[in-house]
């Protein structure tokens, strides 16, 4: 079956100035005069809008810019000359001297963008073809997941992804300001950092059916709980239309208890009942998605059995991890109720290469004299996903003769209020269990420095009770004061271990992503280290 991508220059539902500026609960100011009437309109505000941005680069013909002011740089700025690239309108909070094209003026323009994506969602409802919004959250695996059912979805009907994690209230809907008439699926990430930011997300894009992944710790500081992260993350699932479907993780006894929520339809993904999960499937609750006889080989790309209620087929991921198999479920599990067989299924996962940048991409850098391969999974870190990673990188080269050097480069993990340096610390001996080879602890600044030494104490700490790494070497913690001096430290174990596996880790701030970048770009033989770069196929 072919995939049916999307046209990537095609945006919003059109739409008049003055049908934006009603959405939005705005006003219409043309040379400084109020346009509040029809028939005050002018050939400017008679000009159809088709898309929308907040980044004045991308605007093109027939544009609304939206100003955000920003911590750094107020999008008011920008307005004067943005007519040069073909905007037609400025939605902004104050109106702007030498402003070149209509203004609509209102109070929020953050709020102004979900009022105007919500009434684009409207629009392609009215429509009656039919269309479907799919939102995921979880505090792992929503991009990846967002990646692998959008592929799939892509198979089906034109399909609408946000590219990398656009899921917060600016991200979600300049997305969905991307739908039009010819959208069949939109898959909605939501993520959120405070109770009530997904019930707000859904209200802009109401699913007709919702996946919720996983309850970890991500932004346990900003939460104060567990118990209030899952309550925020039920929120995908309160928001559903009615009849909506639910698809939850029977294997995390947090997600599975948002069945209470669901207004129609329940659908479970998750691994075969063993020791420990067995008491997640009482009243006879059986999978309607699941992996068996899950293996990996030597580059940690995961080989299952794909079991339905009725077939079964196997699977090969393209991508690395064993993780992403509980990531793979539950995309296929929303695949298969829209219409997609197994087999295309596994043929879309086999071959869904290109995901967002900085999750577990693979390559090989050349950099320096040295080269090693490099698993980059520096988009940002939390204590599931950096264990998530621990994994990979120790089941990388396992089964080999000759035993691969591993190396973990882990940066600050943010956000994990009172329990951050104890966290820090498990995460480190994690690493030194896992019979890693060395550890480089990255700092990066005075507030990230002590998250990087509790990092370093926690590898030590089970280091010295152990005197041999599984490659024969004694296991190296490293404490690097930034990614600079990481890099120099990778350089030197590289120009002494021939076979090295370096993971990258860590939160945004840590400049491990930015380290990443630095390396494709300045790869000794200038082509691009990465597999992983370009956007989502769909």
């Known amino acids: 079956m072919q995939t049916m991508n999307q046209d990537k220059t095609v945006g919003m539902m059109p739409m008049t100035l003055q049908e934006i500026a009603q959405a939005v609960r705005g006003r219409v100011l043309v040379g400084g005069t109020s346009a509040d009437s029809p028939s005050d309109l002018s050939d400017e505000t008679g000009k159809m809008a088709t898309s929308v941005f907040s980044d004045s680069r991308q605007l093109r013909e027939g544009s609304v810019f939206v100003a955000i002011p920003g911590e750094r740089v107020d999008g008011h700025r920008f307005v004067p000359r943005i007519a040069q690239s073909g905007a037609v309108a400025a939605i902004v909070e104050h109106p702007v001297d030498e402003a070149s094209v209509p203004q609509i003026v209102v109070e929020q323009s953050v709020k102004a963008l979900g009022l105007l994506a919500r009434h684009n969602i409207d629009r392609r409802r009215e429509s009656g073809e039919p269309f479907t919004i799919v939102g995921i959250t979880g505090s792992v695996g929503k991009t990846t997941t967002k990646d692998l059912l959008s592929s799939m979805l892509g198979r089906l009907g034109n399909t609408i992804a946000p590219v990398g994690s656009f899921n917060n209230e600016i991200g979600l809907p300049l997305t969905a300001l991307k739908v039009n008439s010819g959208t069949r699926f939109f898959v909605a990430e939501m993520g959120a950092s405070h109770i009530g930011e997904i019930a707000y997300l859904t209200s802009i894009a109401p699913p007709d059916i919702s996946i919720a992944l996983k309850v970890g710790v991500a932004h346990l500081g900003e939460f104060g709980s567990v118990e209030n992260i899952a309550k925020a993350k039920s929120e995908i699932v309160q928001g559903l239309l009615p009849d909506g479907v639910a698809v939850l993780n029977a294997n995390d006894p947090r997600v599975a208890a948002m069945t209470r929520f669901a207004p129609g339809k329940v659908l479970w993904f998750g691994l075969p009942a063993d020791e420990g999960r067995t008491e997640l499937f009482n009243n006879g609750q059986t999978l309607d998605m699941t992996a068996e006889d899950i293996s990996v080989d030597a580059l940690d790309h995961?080989?299952?059995?794909?079991?339905?209620?009725?077939?079964?087929?196997?699977?090969?991921?393209?991508?690395?991890?064993?993780?992403?198999?509980?990531?793979?479920?539950?995309?296929?599990?929303?695949?298969?109720?829209?219409?997609?067989?197994?087999?295309?299924?596994?043929?879309?996962?086999?071959?869904?290469?290109?995901?967002?940048?900085?999750?577990?991409?693979?390559?090989?850098?050349?950099?320096?004299?040295?080269?090693?391969?490099?698993?980059?999974?520096?988009?940002?870190?939390?204590?599931?996903?950096?264990?998530?990673?621990?994994?990979?990188?120790?089941?990388?080269?396992?089964?080999?003769?000759?035993?691969?050097?591993?190396?973990?480069?882990?940066?600050?993990?943010?956000?994990?209020?009172?329990?951050?340096?104890?966290?820090?610390?498990?995460?480190?001996?994690?690493?030194?269990?896992?019979?890693?080879?060395?550890?480089?602890?990255?700092?990066?600044?005075?507030?990230?420095?002590?998250?990087?030494?509790?990092?370093?104490?926690?590898?030590?700490?089970?280091?010295?009770?152990?005197?041999?790494?599984?490659?024969g070497d004694g296991m190296q913690v490293l404490l690097a004061e930034d990614a600079g001096k990481a890099d120099e430290?990778?350089?030197?174990?590289?120009?002494?271990?021939?076979?090295?596996?370096?993971?990258?880790?860590?939160?945004?701030?840590?400049?491990?992503?930015?380290l990443a970048e630095r390396w494709e770009h300045e790869s000794d033989d200038g082509v691009s280290a990465s597999e992983n770069d370009g956007e989502v196929l769909r």
């Not at 290109?354 to 490099?374: K, Q, Y």
């Not at 600044?445 to 089970?462: I, N, R, Y």
């Open 302 to 471: 995961p080989t299952f059995t794909l079991h339905d209620r009725d077939e079964q087929v196997g699977v090969t991921l393209a991508i690395s991890g064993e993780h992403n198999v509980m990531n793979a479920l539950a995309a296929a599990t929303v695949a298969h109720d829209l219409g997609l067989s197994l087999q295309d299924i596994a043929a879309s996962l086999a071959a869904q290469r290109h995901i967002s940048p900085h999750r577990m991409a693979m390559s090989t850098v050349h950099n320096s004299g040295v080269s090693f391969t490099l698993i980059d999974d520096s988009f940002n870190a939390n204590p599931d996903s950096t264990r998530a990673g621990l994994r990979a990188l120790g089941a990388w080269g396992a089964n080999d003769t000759e035993k691969p050097y591993r190396v973990a480069v882990l940066g600050a993990m943010l956000e994990l209020g009172s329990e951050e340096i104890a966290l820090h610390r498990q995460i480190g001996e994690e690493c030194a269990n896992l019979g890693m080879d060395a550890l480089i602890a990255v700092g990066g600044s005075e507030e990230l420095a002590p998250l990087a030494s509790a990092l370093a104490e926690g590898a030590s700490s089970v280091n010295a009770g152990q005197s041999a790494s599984p490659s």
């Open 489 to 514: 430290m990778i350089t030197g174990l590289a120009e002494r271990h021939p076979r090295m596996v370096v993971l990258l880790k860590g939160s945004h701030v840590s400049g491990l992503s930015a």
